[in-house]
């Protein structure tokens, strides 16, 4: 066992993460676990932390929170985890409890909630540590890479997906490594797939009808058919206006990303007729245990290009640029 591990560290925003190496960590508080990385995937939530479009909540931080990785140690107050154990962290890294979000069953909009990657260090590195509630015991079956994804792009994927009711047919705008899992789960429940990419993307359209979407266009097009409902992956906000004209009445568009550039104003005439307009924030655990209990059952499978830790500047270079096509992420430990 080494006395230290590697990690990459975001210091300066705007500036590409740092390597570090850092001392090998302990079990502090009672409900801590302490993991040894695996696999963790890159997320657009991780490029909004580091290019600062999103405040900061740590004075220097480990991006990454969709994390598969094993046990290392386990902190007295934790009952359920034992070394050894596969684990899986997503983006809520803690809730309060006992606030009125949380009594509620809303612990994804708790006031104090904390997240890996932006709040509390997250998977970028080759251990982490976590509040162990927090964490999701991971079935064996996908490998380390291939799971990583469904923890964040699968299940916040899923919770916009839900939000979007009984709707059949369904427009999913920006098709990257959520609306790739988004798009099986949402055929294996029998849906109509609509996929708006970036203008020119044909790596994204040939991804989506591969998957089963009935069609993929540009961003800027009518779809074939009127919409249910849209989901916006892409944190574009011109895209809402176009959404809410693809949609019938009472239909709704779903934004689900974290973070969003402007929504410019539009006719009150595109939310007539009991359009909506919402956000999803977040995971609760109970979205995780849905998700993760769902996907093989949709038998999910994930698109991954892989990236050596040491790479993770490159592997976000690549993902603000549009060039990963599924998900990117970051294999820690060699698969075993
Ligand atoms: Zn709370
Ligand atoms: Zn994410």
Known sequence: MSETYSAMVCETVGAPLA???????????????????????????????????LPRRAPSIVPGHEVVGRVAEVGPAIETLRPGMRVGAAWLGLACGVCPFCRRGEENLCPYAEFHGWSRDGGYAEQMIADGRFLFTLPEGPDDAHFAPLLCAGLIGYRALRMAGDSERIGLYGFGAAAHIVAQVARWQGRRLHAF?????????????????????????????????????????????????????????????????????????????????RSVANLTRRDGEEFLALAPKAAVTTMVETFPLADANLALDRLRAGEISGAAVLQVKKPR
Do not use: N
């Open 197 to 277: 990419t970036r203008v020119g993307d044909e790596a994204a359209r040939t991804l989506a009808l591969r998957l089963g979407c009935v069609s993929a266009q540009g961003s800027d097009e009518k779809p074939p058919e009127e919409l249910d409902a849209a989901i916006l992956f892409a944190p574009v906000g011109s895209l809402a206006p176009l959404a809410l004209k693809a949609v019938r009445p009472g239909g709704i568009v779903v934004c689900a990303g974290i973070h969003m550039s402007d929504i410019p104003s539009f006719p009150y005439e595109l939310l007539w007729g009991e359009r909506m307009v």
């Open 19 to 53: 390597s570090r190496r850092r001392p090998w960590p302990r079990v502090k508080q009672p409900t801590d676990v302490v993991i040894e990385v695996c696999a963790c995937g890159v997320c657009r939530t991780d490029l909004h932390v580091v290019d600062g479009d």
